[in-house]
């Protein structure tokens, strides 16, 4: 008999969820590839409050709680102050988003998860009229860019290479080409 599909389902972050958040982001594998805790808990909780327009939602794998997952606008974050940084965001249209994800629990690395939540939610992302989807993963964190190679995104050819620290990627359609 097959392996029942696991139901993938998501929701947007309620301040009920900070508690969880933080307990995640403590975790050695959210230490390493975001910031410090308590800062971009902040960040999370100003998104919930409407301070920030990213969208932010945990994803729930048959009802459990398993990850974290958001959407930002690219327009947004095209000025100087985000430039500095992040001169790659200069390079891309102001109408894409970027999408940035994390599995909550270390128990639940390396099982396909990751890969099946953002398939999905790319999907969700298209249907609601979204044309051009980045995510932007350290290189180095090879778990990361397995799973989003493996979720249908590529690097950016004319990008790849020219910024230490960040992969810029993109979800391929037929439609959607950046390269």
């Known amino acids: 008999m097959p392996a029942k599909t696991p139901e993938i389902d998501?929701?947007?972050v309620s301040p009920g969820d900070l508690d969880l958040l933080g307990q995640w982001m403590e975790t050695s594998h959210w230490r390493k590839w975001w910031g410090d805790p308590e800062e971009e808990l902040g960040f999370i909780r100003d998104m919930v409050e409407g301070r920030d327009t990213t969208r932010p939602f945990i994803f729930e794998v048959d009802g459990?709680?398993?990850?974290?997952?958001?959407?930002?606008?690219?327009?947004?974050?095209?000025?100087?102050?985000?430039?500095?940084?992040?001169?790659w965001l200069m390079e891309l249209p102001a109408d894409a988003i970027g999408v940035?994800?994390?599995?909550g629990a270390v128990e639940n690395l390396s099982k396909g998860i990751g890969t099946a939540s953002l398939r999905k939610f790319v999907q969700k992302l298209l249907q609601d009229g979204f044309k051009t989807i980045i995510i932007d993963p350290d290189p180095d964190n090879e778990r990361?860019?397995?799973?989003?190679?493996?979720s249908g995104f590529r690097p950016v050819k004319h990008l790849e290479g020219r910024f230490e620290g960040v992969l810029v990627m993109q979800y391929k359609t037929n439609k959607n080409e950046l390269n």
């Open 100 to 103: 940035d994800l994390s599995i």
């Open 10 to 12: 998501f929701r947007a």
């Open 144 to 150: 990361a860019v397995r799973a989003y190679r493996k």
């Open 64 to 87: 459990r709680p398993v990850g974290y997952i958001q959407y930002w606008f690219i327009g947004e974050h095209q000025n100087e102050q985000w430039a500095k940084d992040d001169p």
